[in-house]
């Protein structure tokens, strides 16, 4: 009897534990503590709405899992487990550590000079001025490039090639990150970036692309998925959404994770919201 007893307590006192776990960390638009003014400023909400469980799950050799960590932050898993993180940076982190991370210069919420020492690629998605960066790395089933963009200084000048949109190759898919894209894309910019399958897209409206030049981005892409990012609440985000249902369908997600694959993809484009901001 008291072996029975014992069993039950043990029990209750793991589900108790569970449900701490499971509570996210932070209130949905809440800061992180002692975080950068600048990101205070510009990039407020960095947050996921519910904080991803990274619950194991069989990755099919023609799949890829992506998962929102908040902000511009995505978490891209191949079938062979090499895991990206988009965007890596002081304030949101997967909570796993990446294999490879990429990073933009326009403010400290999309890079860090502090990365783990355990990622075994950092990307930086520019290189100064005068020469843009040029990536082009092949790791396991993972190929990962870039193609450079301008971003506006504070000043409202331009800091040439300091912003990247990266490009990611993983099962027979093409997924683009528009990083803190600020402008649209030229003609060369578009060759040099190919087909895409799947694009990551800002839709804040102001510290990124005006909402109609994202648009044009996105007519010129042609993805058949765009996944929105950097969206600081749920009217920005709407604001976005009743701006693109005039020409696509939206389908808002329950879970900040997904998997995909070529087979999968919407036969006419779409617009998957994944929860966070």
Known sequence: ????????????????????????????????????PDMVDSCPGLVAMRRPQLIPVVIGADQVRITYAGHSTFLLESPQLVRIATDYNDYVRPQITPDIVTMNHAHSSHYTDRPDPAIKHVLRGWAGEEKPARIDLQYKDVRVRNVPTNIRTWGGDTEFHGNSIFIFEIANLCIAHLGHLHHTLTQQQLAEIGRVDVVMVPVDGGATLDLDGMV??????????????????????ERFLQRVRREWDVEVAESPSTLISKTSLPAKPKVLVLPGH
Do not use: E, W
């Open 1 to 36: 009897m008291r072996g029975t007893l014992l069993k039950i307590l043990a029990g209750g006192l793991f589900l108790a534990a569970t449900a701490q776990i499971s509570t996210p960390a932070l209130a949905q638009g809440a800061a992180p503590k002692a975080a950068n």
């Open 216 to 237: 044009d981005v996105l007519h010129a892409l042609k993805a058949p998925l765009m996944i929105p990012m950097h969206y600081f609440s749920s009217f920005t985000l």
